[in-house]
């Protein structure tokens, strides 16, 4: 099994694990459908959950507590399954990853493997595309905003980061974020852009 499979799995996957105990057979083909119509359509409007939560009670069953939690694990373990290169993630080591690591019963890992399996090569097309159409910033403005107190020591001014975004489709996007978080933010860009630096070194990507 790919290694970088693994370990965002298991990453990613962890704080959900409290969750799986509510996950039945019918409640996970409920997931299913809703995770394939985001994948194809990269759009989690709330149409898209009431339909799916709609459909439990029209069966007769009980709607999970955590199901908007259970619907973002599942889309999470096919969209890093999609992400994979074929072949590095084998079936057999699949059921195993969501099995042990995750605690999923077999029938919910059973369904979620089949569908991966068939529907590979038309999800992973669809979530190409849709991620190839996804909205970003046609141009962005930032500021600093100061917001000074009395009840505050001089040297404690509120500082926040103001980000502007002009999308392409003409709409406008504001992001406020505190000194600390803007800085957290730039030290996880700096990280990101080294190791795609060092993966860009690897003489294989050099071939693409």
Request: net charge positive; hydrophobic share 40%; glycine share 2%.
């Amino acid at each position: 099994m790919s290694t970088n499979f693994y370990y965002s799995v298991v990453k990613n996957l962890k704080p959900y694990v409290r969750y799986f105990p509510q996950l039945t057979k019918p409640v996970m083909r409920v997931l299913i459908q809703a995770s394939v119509h985001y994948i194809e359509t990269n759009k989690c409007s709330s149409d898209i959950l009431d339909s799916a939560l709609n459909k439990l009670p029209h069966s007769g069953l009980i709607i999970p507590e955590n199901f908007c939690e259970l619907f973002a694990a599942v889309l999470q373990i096919m969209q890093i399954y999609l992400r994979a290169p074929v072949g590095t993630v084998k079936l057999d080591e699949l059921r195993e990853c969501l099995q042990e690591e995750l605690n999923l019963n077999y029938e919910c890992v059973e369904d979620l493997v089949k569908v991966l399996h068939n529907h590979r090569v038309s999800l992973t097309k669809n979530f190409i595309e849709a991620k190839s159409v996804k909205n970003y910033a046609k141009h962005m403005q930032w500021r600093i905003n100061i917001s000074l107190s009395q009840e505050l020591p001089r040297d404690h001014a509120a500082i926040t980061i103001i980000l502007h975004f002009h999308l392409p489709d003409g709409r406008y996007r504001t992001l406020e974020l505190p000194l600390a978080m803007f800085h957290h933010l730039r030290y996880k860009l700096a990280n990101l852009l080294s190791e795609m630096q060092s993966l860009e070194q690897r003489p294989v990507m050099k071939k693409f």
